[in-house]
C-alpha cells in the first residue's frame, strides 16, 4: 500500500464530535478494515513500513456526546467508513500508473478471513492486473487466481462476472460477448465478483491495473 | 510459475535405473522441493492448474537395483536434484520480459518453513523485482518485502548482501559503492541474501526482475 518511491501514507481525519478515544479507536479500526478501505486496497501487496491513519475529535460539536448505545453511532460509524473508503480510493487511483482500479468482490465464501484472502489473491495477481491493462476479459485467470489462494472452494459452484456479465458459471465458461466486456474494461474502474455459493461471507478488496508506467516509475530511478 | 500465454509446463525425466516406483517417487519429491527446483522458482506467484513433473524409469541399466539404502542411492539423489535445478532455472530464464534471474538466499531463520515463505516474499515483491530490472541497490525494498512475511525476525541481527557488499547490517544501512553494486547488479544473475541470525533454517528462491516486456506479453493479447 504505496505512493511513489515508497513514500509513506499518513492519512489525518478530524471531527467535531465529542466522543471517547476509546469509542474513537473503535470505529476507526472498523472503518480501516471496511470494505474497500485503506486495509482492503493493495497497487501491489507491497507494505510500507509507516502507514498511518489518524483520527482527532475535539468535542466543538454542540451534538451529543457520542456513545456505543446513544443515536448518532450509527450514522457517524457510517460516515466515517465512507470518509476511509473515499481516501484509500483516492490512494488507489494515484497509484504507480494505474489506469483502471480494480474492484474485487467476493461473495458467500465459507470466512470472511477466506473472502479477504481470496480478494487480495485476485487483486495482487499480476496475471488478473495486466489483463485488465490490457482490457482482456480472461477468466481463467481470475479462476487461476482463486485457486491458489488455498481457500475452500467448488469450482462447480462458482460464478465469476466481470462487470454485469458472467464469464465463467458453475464449473464452464459462460457464453458472452467478448467485444463487449472488452469495452466495460476499458473504463476508470473494473468489477470483478467471485460467487462462492459456499456461505455467506465477503469481502471487496480495491486493486489496480499493472503497467509499463508501473515499471518505469519503480524501475528507472536510484536511491 | 508460467510459461507465456498460461501454457502448462509439463517436465519428463527418464532414467535406465532399476528402481521402485515407491523410491523414485519419494527421490522426485525431494528433488522438486529442492534448493532453486521447480517448487521454488517464480515468475510472478501466479500458479498454473496443471505443472506437472513426471519421471519414468525403465530399470535397462546394468547398475544394481537402486535401494534407499543401496550404495548409489545418495549419488543419484544428486544428479536428479540437479537436472530439477536445471530445469527449473531454465523455466525462470524463460519466463515473460525477463532480463535476471534473482536468486534469493534465506540464512539462519528461524524454521524452513518460514525461511521459505521469506524468501518467496522477497522474490515475488513487485518493488525488489523492478529494483533488479533497474540495477538499483535499493536494501529498503529487500528489508521491507522481509518484514511483510510476518516471519519472525529481528532486524538488529539481519543482515542483507547484495551479490558479495553487505547493504545493510544488524540495523543500519551498511556503507557501499553503489555505483559498484549497481554494475554487479547488470549480470543475467542477481543474488539476494538475507541473514537473520535466528536459527539454522534456510531456503533459496529463484526469481526474475519485472519488466515492460511482462506487461507487453501478458496484457497485449486477447483470449
Known amino acids: 500500500m504505496i505512493a511513489p518511491n515508497m513514500a509513506t501514507m499518513l492519512a489525518f481525519i478530524t471531527t467535531d464530535a465529542d466522543c471517547s478515544p476509546a ?34 475529535a475535539n468535542g466543538a460539536s454542540d451534538a451529543p456526546k457520542l ?10 460509524a457510517k460516515a466515517l467508513d465512507e470518509v476511509c473508503q473515499d481516501l484509500a480510493y483516492q490512494v488507489i487511483s494515484d497509484g504507480e500508473g494505474v489506469n483502471h482500479v480494480i474492484r474485487v468482490v467476493i461473495r458467500n465464501a465459507a470466512s470472511d478471513t477466506e473472502a479477504v484472502r481470496l480478494a487480495r489473491s485476485v487483486a495482487d495477481s499480476p496475471l488478473v492486473k495486466t489483463a485488465v491493462h490490457g482490457h482482456d476479459p480472461n477468466w481463467g485467470r481470475i479462476a487461476m487466481a482463486v485457486g491458489k489462494a488455498g481457500a475452500k472452494l467448488d469450482p462447480q459452484k462458482m460464478t465469476i462476472q466481470i462487470g454485469k456479465t458472467s464469464v465463467y458459471r458453475h464449473g464452464q465458461p459462460a457464453k458472452f460477448d467478448a467485444g463487449r466486456v472488452s469495452d466495460t474494461m476499458n473504463q476508470p474502474e ?4 467471485v460467487d462462492l455459493d ?9 486493486g489496480c491495473d499493472l503497467s509499463r508506467d508501473y515499471i518505469r516509475i519503480n524501475a528507472d530511478y536510484t536511491t
Open 23 to 56: 469509542l474513537l479507536r473503535k470505529l476507526l479500526k472498523r472503518a480501516v478494515n471496511a470494505d474497500g478501505s485503506f486495509n482492503r486496497i493493495t497497487v501491489d501487496s507491497d507494505t510500507s513500513t509507516s502507514d498511518t491513519v489518524a483520527i482527532m
Open 67 to 76: 456513545t456505543a448505545a446513544g443515536k448518532h453511532h450509527d450514522a457517524f
Open 190 to 193: 473494473v468489477t470483478i465478483t
Open 198 to 206: 459456499l456461505g455467506e461471507a465477503g469481502a471487496t478488496v480495491l
